[in-house]
């Protein structure tokens, strides 16, 4: 085996089937995954949640995680935020000649321990190979399919006044963690990437409460951004206050720095859950019981006024209005 | 709307939400995508087969497809392979920053109407945007869900001696219309490329056999490396007759100028299917009433002899090694 990827491990022959033989399907090995036909074959019915995300990461590793974990922690996130339990993954890469082969293993090792710890399953998947200077590197694309629990019913369109708004932790990590990265940036104490599975986060919120209206994972665009889908798709506004979210020091200085506003600043291991108010205490507390939500609070609530708005409490007293991302904050985060 | 991509558009914020609502949603419009959830929700029991690809072919636009069609053709017709009925399709974008928002809307279009061709519906998507040179234009990724009819049962492996090998039509047709896009080659009836959704086709098949053992599309790496990796899954040898499998003059003529040989050349409008002979001339009859199957033919059979391996008669009465494609031939040909 050569140590850099060639244009033909991306042929569909000879090359193609070695590497998938060598490195992927020991790895990901599984009885669905290893019958190497066209389509994976599952048995599943009831009400199924079918999402995707490409993953253009640069630098492909950086502090907390790497390219491989991301793309498995996205779609499992992506899945858990309609509320569905995550199953199956797809995984397509697209390589850029001359990758070394080390890079690509250690990737896949990372994509193998973090579907481990999700409890999902790659079952199908793609290879191609673009010449030199046509690609970053590696994206990698995974699709996902999950199984809504009965009973659950969840939509960003289902916000209603006087539901709680939570947040599962400090903001903006992942975004600086990869910036930081990729700017050569040092901070007396590093930043690392949140980059986390949360489906057993959101199951665990699912077995105390089966009214939770909105689940939403703050990404590309940061929490502004989420809080604003949440509060168009609804047609409800929302109300938040700044001293309730919570950012963490070293991600706080960065951002005054490079002048970032942490509201946003990518995340990669955080919901918001909207929560009717009886419910809002005791989901709260399972949050915090979780590893991945220890650091949960509400932050605000649903209201009837300002519809499709949101609008923040300062720490100084004010309110002010907070906005969709307009333009690009951090190019190729996730 | 600028006329060209921009990073922001893939940034998750404003122009993110502007791109799919303008250009996204109202092409491919239908209840499940227009939620704009981080997850369509789909209602499903079965045994579903579930696939993924990348394309990455250059030039995006080709004489008879461009990359939108190949993209849903090429994920229909894995799922088609399995013998599943295609449902529902994932779309993700990596688009370069600078593409013109006019071939984005072309290839927009072109994935509808073959959306529409194939009666599969584009349920959820994701786009990204890349900095100029980090991509080459245009990379999709289409993931697939189809539902297998109760009695089918297809994978590579069930392949018997004294089965029929049935090709679909002539070979050749997609890569040398890539290529010669691509080098600038002009032909006296120009190659189009068969990319075309076979899902029709396949429900036809199974509907007068329900023992169709193998399916399979010689896309990359050609019809060589499908006879092989079939013979490899099933363990059995492959024997097929040279004078039996359908060249275009304008193909082969490319072929010998170029140097290629046509049988490790592309195709994405072709299956190859692996019949036992009882039912092999009707599924014959059947595929020739298929407008993407007129030219099928039996090129060959499944035999107990060679395990392993694709043995060709030539047209000059010899028999030789047909081989997996070793290196590559044509790169970035889908």
């Known amino acids: 085996m050569e140590d850099k990827i060639l244009l033909a491990h991306g042929s569909g022959g000879k090359l193609s089937h070695d590497l998938v033989e060598k490195y992927f399907v020991p790895l990901l090995k599984n009885p669905l995954l290893d019958k190497l036909d066209d389509s994976a074959v599952l048995e599943l019915s009831g009400r199924l949640a079918f999402t995707t995300d490409s993953y253009v990461v640069s630098p492909i590793f950086f502090p907390g995680g790497d390219i491989g974990k991301l793309a498995v922690c996205g779609t499992v996130n992506d899945l858990s935020m309609s509320g ?21 293993q250690r990737v896949m090792t990372s994509i193998q321990k973090t579907a481990e710890e999700a409890g999902v399953k790659v079952v199908t998947g793609d290879t191609k190979v673009v010449n030199r200077g046509s690609a970053d590197k590696l994206f990698i694309n995974t699709a996902g399919i999950g199984l809504i629990p009965a009973g659950v019913d969840i939509s960003g369109s289902k916000a209603r006044p006087g539901d709680k708004v939570i947040l599962s932790g400090n903001i903006g990590d992942h975004g600086i963690a990869v910036m930081s990265q990729r700017e050569g940036l040092q901070f007396s104490s590093p930043v690392e990437s949140d980059c986390a599975p949360l489906n057993k986060l959101v199951s665990e919120m699912l077995k105390v409460s ?125």
């Open 84 to 104: 569905a339990a995550p199953l199956y993954l797809s995984l397509a890469l697209v390589i850029e000649e001359g990758l070394p082969v080390a890079d690509l």
């Open 210 to 334: 089966s009214r939770i209206n909105c689940l939403r994972d703050p990404t590309r665009g940061g929490l502004a951004s989420t809080l604003n889908e949440l509060a168009n798709q609804s047609g409800m506004g929302i109300r938040i206050e700044e001293d309730e979210i919570p950012v963490q020091d070293a991600v706080r200085a960065a951002c005054e720095l490079l002048g970032y506003d942490p509201l946003y600043v990518a995340n990669e291991g955080k919901l918001v859950a909207v929560v009717p108010e009886p419910d809002a205490k005791q989901v709260l507390a399972t949050m915090r019981r979780n590893q991945y939500g220890a650091r949960s609070d509400i932050i605000g609530k649903v209201v009837g006024e300002h519809p499709g708005r949101v609008v923040m409490s300062t720490h100084l007293g004010a309110s002010r209005v907070v906005d969709m991302l307009v333009g690009e904050l951090l190019p190729r985060i996730c």
